[in-house]
């Protein structure tokens, strides 16, 4: 589904590395968790996998599917099935949430040839989703993220995903800020997604979010790379050790 191979990014603005050589392969109906420290790198990856400005490709490719996203714009990428759930999800005052998210859906669809969905469709499958994310019909007139506290902002995110029903979907530390009952309806959020179309790239500095979305593969990042990879016990190994171990086994 994702193929990451060698990338390299650099900051545009300034002369500094921030990704040196990942390598990373995403199969559909697979989840992939990506942990590790502070600052390694991880928001970078989903910024510019996504199609955030500032960030300059020096060497790598990223490939959706077989295709190039990297020469994409962020719609481009967008309706060819990636979807990023932002760690700091934005505020956008004067657009309604459901404006937002039914323009989102409809124009996903007219970019790949698909018919609009009806208002009354639209409705129907929006307010079901929101119901399953404790999300109220009120947050949903409200505008996108306006005054929505943390744990809102990431649960509306998820209703997001759900709505837009992407293959790739991308997790940047949806779990950071939420209590657990709100954990718990984002991780119901994400396995009700989980299907064998579908890839997962979960972030997370917390191990505990993946005892509630099972990973198949989890790889730690340090310092722009990924330094190792290996099954869920390797997130319990970061709980219990930290990342020092793992660093220096690498070094
Ligand atoms: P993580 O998500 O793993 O915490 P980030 O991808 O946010 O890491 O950051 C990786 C490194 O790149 C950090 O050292 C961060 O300060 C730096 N960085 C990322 N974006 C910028 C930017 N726009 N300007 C300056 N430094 C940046
Ligand atoms: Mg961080
Ligand atoms: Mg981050």
Do not use: W
Request: proline share 3%; net charge negative; with cysteine.
């Amino acid at each position: 589904m994702l193929e990451i191979k060698n990338l390299h990014v650099k900051l545009e603005e300034e002369d500094k590395q921030i990704l040196k050589g990942v390598n990373l392969t995403v199969e559909a109906g697979k989840v992939h968790a990506i942990m590790g420290p502070n600052g390694s790198g991880k928001s970078t990856l989903s910024y510019v996998l996504s199609g955030r400005d500032g960030y300059e490709v020096t060497e790598g490719s990223a490939t959706l599917e077989g295709k190039n996203i990297l020469d994409m714009d962020p719609e481009e990428r967008a309706a060819a099935g990636l979807f990023l759930a932002f760690q700091y999800p934005v505020e956008i005052p004067g657009v309604g949430n459901m404006t937002f998210l039914r323009t989102a859906v409809n124009s996903q669809r007219k970019a790949r040839g698909e018919e609009e969905m009806s208002s009354s469709e639209f409705l129907k499958v929006i307010r079901a989703k929101a119901k399953d994310l404790e999300i109220d019909a009120e947050m949903l007139k409200r505008p996108v993220n306006v005054g929505f506290s943390g744990g809102e902002k990431k649960r509306n995110e998820i209703l997001q995903m759900a709505m837009l029903e992407p293959k790739m979907c991308i997790l940047d530390e949806t779990d950071s800020g939420l209590d657990v009952d709100a954990m718990k309806l984002v991780a119901d959020g994400v396995n009700a997604l989980r299907s064998e179309g579908r890839g997962f790239l979960v972030i997370t500095h917390y191990q505990r979010l993946l005892d509630h979305i099972k990973p198949d593969v989890v790889h730690i990042m340090s310092e722009g790379r990924i330094i190792k990879t290996g099954g869920p016990e390797l997130a319990l190994e970061v709980e219990n050790n930290g990342y020092a171990d793992i660093k220096s086994e690498e070094a």
